[in-house]
């Protein structure tokens, strides 16, 4: 959730020509301004942008969208499977149940996995006063463009302008500095699941990029680097369990190169997922701080010795943009496909109505649901509309495992299931029925995850000059090349394959002695990960 790019200035120049053009232009926009580029003020556009898509999602049954508009496409998906909703407040959206149970079950498996770590959940104020916020000189500057500020209660104007939080640090070091005394008092490990409000106006996907959405803020401190960085990986696992074991979405963990880093951080690493677009998402981060934030807001601790010394920091996310990531990962041209473990209903139960057979076929619908009660299922009991029709329904919603059961299949003691992920159609006895379907299931996200493992090994490739590179770009795949350390080399690179950046730095894999950065063709520094991203 690293906002440095927030910095540069924008180039997109959006005119007010009519509603008609400002549309087609905003559609451009996100294409024109991958990398860092600074927002002008196109209000009404996003507004009437947002209006459009839910218009025409409402009147319509199936995807309309190409899926190579991966932004139309995408929303229209979560506004048909009922995960997504807009309002009129630009920029922000709904979560509704379908999409918050999820994030329900991420939180609850994330949390769990921190307790364990001796995390405590706390809650910090939502707004932050403006002196606290400019403390840290490089944290203010990286996320300013995209702070939303309170300046008037009532009829009166503040006395302070209140920053609404793009993140919390700001307001939770000067407790942190007030409570921690001395070594005995440390490690201290808050975490707050709060939202947050970053003010973008780039063109708003649902999940991908709202101003507003939700997150975990974990904020630790400890006595030494070396214990700050061995907790950096216990967190990074934690979160890499969620994703992988429930999600089952493959990513890599990476460093970011000093110019992608996070705002006032001494580095940060994160997991980077690819879409089926060769675009990169990316996940959970940590960020190591150092002693950048525990200098300016005094977080000291007298050692064992009796001396002071600065504490040493780290910050760990992980937001709803996952959701958004899982979804396009797993979906297909019928919608949405989720993984069992993750699906709050991973079974639905269709019977098969005829007027005459009606009430044994539901009956046995219902007791086949109470035996698999351990699996939360649903039965849809629904007279007003015909089977086809659910199982579309249930195939855009993306549940991983369907039961068909009708007056036949009850006179012979069997259903027919049928699996989301690979389409595919089995009858199965009654008697059989709980073992075959907690052996699919499992059977399902662990497919989904290979899947997904695959998705990103056929996307990687190596590009040893700056054409190769080019052409990995454009054929939508993220290139790994030699680069050096200069920053220029960085900017140059967005340059030349229109929008890409480096992702991570490739450390399993180091430059030969004699390897040339493929920008500047000075000494290499690193192999690093390069890719276009949200
Ligand atoms: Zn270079």
Same mark, same amino acid.
């Given at each position: 959730?690293?906002?440095?790019?927030?910095?540069?200035?924008?180039?997109?120049?959006?005119?007010?020509?009519?509603?008609?053009?400002?549309?087609?232009?905003?559609?451009?926009?996100?294409?024109?301004?991958?990398?860092?580029?600074?927002?002008?003020?196109?209000?009404?556009?996003?507004?009437?942008?947002?209006?459009?898509?839910?218009?025409?999602?409402?009147?319509?049954?199936?995807?309309?969208?190409?899926?190579?508009?991966?932004?139309?496409?995408?929303?229209?998906?979560?506004?048909?499977?009922?995960?997504?909703?807009?309002?009129?407040?630009?920029?922000?959206?709904?979560?509704?149940?379908?999409?918050?149970?999820?994030?329900?079950?991420?939180?609850?498996?994330?949390?769990?996995?921190?307790?364990?770590?001796?995390?405590?959940?706390?809650?910090?104020?939502?707004?932050?006063?403006?002196?606290?916020?400019?403390?840290?000189?490089?944290?203010?500057?990286?996320?300013?463009?995209?702070?939303?500020?309170?300046?008037?209660?009532?009829?009166?104007?503040?006395?302070?302008?209140?920053?609404?939080?793009?993140?919390?640090?700001?307001?939770?070091?000067?407790?942190?500095?007030?409570?921690?005394?001395?070594?005995?008092?440390?490690?201290?490990?808050?975490?707050?699941?709060?939202?947050?409000?970053?003010?973008?106006?780039?063109?708003?996907?649902?999940?991908?990029?709202?101003?507003?959405?939700?997150?975990?803020?974990?904020?630790?401190?400890?006595?030494?680097?070396?214990?700050?960085?061995?907790?950096?990986?216990?967190?990074?696992?934690?979160?890499?369990?969620?994703?992988?074991?429930?999600?089952?979405?493959?990513?890599?963990?990476?460093?970011?190169?000093?110019?992608?880093?996070?705002?006032?951080?001494?580095?940060?690493?994160?997991?980077?997922?690819?879409?089926?677009?060769?675009?990169?998402?990316?996940?959970?981060?940590?960020?190591?701080?150092?002693?950048?934030?525990?200098?300016?807001?005094?977080?000291?601790?007298?050692?064992?010795?009796?001396?002071?010394?600065?504490?040493?920091?780290?910050?760990?996310?992980?937001?709803?943009?996952?959701?958004?990531?899982?979804?396009?990962?797993?979906?297909?041209?019928?919608?949405?496909?989720?993984?069992?473990?993750?699906?709050?209903?991973?079974?639905?139960?269709?019977?098969?109505?005829?007027?005459?057979?009606?009430?044994?076929?539901?009956?046995?619908?219902?007791?086949?649901?109470?035996?698999?009660?351990?699996?939360?299922?649903?039965?849809?009991?629904?007279?007003?509309?015909?089977?086809?029709?659910?199982?579309?329904?249930?195939?855009?919603?993306?549940?991983?495992?369907?039961?068909?059961?009708?007056?036949?299949?009850?006179?012979?003691?069997?259903?027919?299931?049928?699996?989301?992920?690979?389409?595919?159609?089995?009858?199965?006895?009654?008697?059989?029925?709980?073992?075959?379907?907690?052996?699919?299931?499992?059977?399902?996200?662990?497919?989904?995850?290979?899947?997904?493992?695959?998705?990103?090994?056929?996307?990687?490739?190596?590009?040893?000059?700056?054409? !190769?590179? =080019?052409? %990995?770009?454009?054929?939508?795949?993220?290139?790994?090349? &030699?680069?050096?350390? /200069? *920053? $220029? +080399?960085?900017?140059?690179?967005?340059? !030349?394959? =229109?929008? %890409?950046?480096?992702?991570?730095?490739?450390?399993?894999? &180091?430059?030969?002695? /004699? *390897? $040339? +950065?493929?920008?500047?063709?000075?000494?290499?520094?690193?192999?690093?990960?390069?890719?276009?991203?949200?």
């Amino acid at each position: 959730m690293a906002k440095k790019e927030a910095k540069q200035s924008e180039t997109t120049k959006i005119l007010e020509k009519g509603i008609e053009n400002i549309v087609e232009q905003i559609e451009k926009a996100p294409k024109q301004e991958v990398g860092k580029k600074k927002p002008v003020q196109p209000i009404i556009k996003v507004e009437e942008k947002d209006k459009i898509i839910t218009e025409k999602s409402k009147n319509e049954l199936g995807i309309t969208a190409d899926k190579d508009d991966f932004s139309d496409w995408f929303t229209q998906l979560m506004i048909k499977a009922e995960l997504a909703d807009y309002t009129e407040v630009s920029g922000c959206m709904v979560f509704r149940p379908n999409a918050y149970a999820i994030w329900e079950k991420v939180v609850q498996e994330t949390d769990k996995r921190f307790k364990k770590l001796g995390v405590k959940n706390a809650y910090f104020p939502l707004f932050i006063p403006e002196k606290l916020f400019n403390i840290e000189k490089e944290h203010v500057e990286g996320f300013s463009p995209e702070v939303a500020w309170v300046t008037q209660a009532g009829d009166s104007p503040l006395a302070e302008r209140l920053a609404v939080r793009p993140t919390s640090e700001t307001i939770m070091y000067p407790s942190y500095s007030k409570w921690i005394r001395s070594w005995r008092d440390l490690p201290l490990k808050i975490n707050q699941w709060n939202n947050v409000v970053r003010w973008e106006f780039k063109h708003p996907v649902p999940f991908f990029r709202t101003r507003e959405f939700l997150w975990n803020e974990l904020h630790t401190v400890l006595a030494t680097q070396k214990e700050a960085i061995e907790e950096g990986a216990e967190i990074i696992d934690a979160y890499k369990e969620v994703c992988e074991d429930y999600m089952a979405i493959y990513g890599m963990y990476g460093q970011k190169t000093d110019s992608e880093k996070f705002a006032g951080a001494v580095f940060s690493r994160k997991l980077h997922y690819i879409m089926p677009n060769g675009k990169v998402a990316e996940g959970s981060c940590f960020h190591h701080d150092g002693q950048n934030f525990a200098k300016p807001y005094h977080i000291e601790f007298l050692n064992k010795e009796g001396n002071k010394e600065f504490g040493w920091q780290n910050t760990y996310a992980i937001s709803t943009r996952m959701l958004g990531v899982m979804f396009a990962i797993h979906a297909d041209d019928k919608g949405l496909v989720l993984p069992p473990k993750i699906a709050p209903n991973p079974i639905i139960i269709i019977p098969i109505i005829f007027e005459d057979s009606k009430a044994r076929v539901i009956k046995k619908a219902k007791e086949i649901a109470e035996e698999l009660k351990e699996f939360s299922p649903i039965v849809d009991e629904r007279e007003d509309v015909k089977a086809g029709f659910k199982f579309n329904e249930y195939e855009l919603k993306g549940i991983p495992l369907r039961i068909e059961i009708g007056p036949k299949d009850l006179e012979e003691n069997s259903v027919i299931i049928s699996r989301r992920d690979i389409q595919q159609k089995e009858k199965v006895k009654i008697s059989d029925l709980k073992a075959k379907i907690a052996r699919t299931l499992e059977e399902i996200q662990k497919n989904l995850f290979n899947k997904s493992k695959k998705l990103f090994e056929s996307k990687i490739k190596h590009a040893q000059t700056l054409n !190769e590179l =080019k052409i %990995a770009i454009e054929d939508k795949k993220v290139a790994i090349s &030699p680069l050096c350390k /200069n *920053e $220029k +080399c960085e900017e140059l690179l967005k340059f !030349e394959t =229109k929008g %890409a950046k480096t992702l991570f730095i490739d450390d399993k894999n &180091p430059v030969k002695p /004699n *390897e $040339k +950065c493929i920008i500047c063709n000075e000494k290499a520094e690193y192999n690093v990960y390069i890719g276009k991203t949200y």
